[in-house]
């Protein structure tokens, strides 16, 4: 988290199948972030999954989450980048970009080396891109919040990762359950013999 000339920086490590972590709250320039929740997941997906600002002033907050050591999906793929939230008390000007590193870099401020823009978005948004990775790679969301005055509270939520890992699985149970289900209604029907 950077705003103005104070940032503070938080780094936790996770194993090859990924995990979350809660963060500590923290301040930052006129910002105080409490409930900072991040969940990595293989084979690649990151979201900072819960996080509740609140301002005591204007100013620019900058928030960036690194995941870092993705080995898949090599080659060409999809990638989706989800943004929610809401703001309340006051009005903030809010957005998210999210990269692709394929220099797998956890500290590359604005990613200026190496990086692919997956999708540029603001609150409520989401947009879908396509990048390629060969080999390892890190995945980077960039959150900006401009305040000008008041003391709005945020929540927010933002995500990335790729479409093919993170898409709802073909409906093969529903399927099943309907057959289930039609077979019992079938079974119910059938008259019995009298005796």
Known sequence: MQSGSDSKFQSVGFGSGGGSHSFESMSVGNFTANNIGTQLYAPSYIDLATFD??????????????????????????????????????????????????TNTLKNPGCVTGC??????????????????????????????TTTGGLPRLSLDASVGNVSATKVPEPMSLALLGTGLLGLGVVRRVPRKAA
Not at 78 to 94: M, P
């Open 53 to 102: 600002l609140t301002s005591k002033s204007g100013g620019t907050l900058v928030i960036t989450v690194t995941g870092t050591g993705f080995t898949t999906p090599v080659g060409a793929s999809s990638w989706l980048t989800q943004f929610t939230g809401n703001v309340s008390n006051g009005s903030a000007n809010v957005s998210a970009k999210s990269y692709l590193d394929n």
């Open 116 to 145: 692919t823009l997956l999708s540029s978005v603001g609150l409520g948004g989401s947009g879908t891109a396509a990048a390629v990775t060969d080999g390892l790679f890190a995945i980077t969301e960039v959150i900006t919040i």
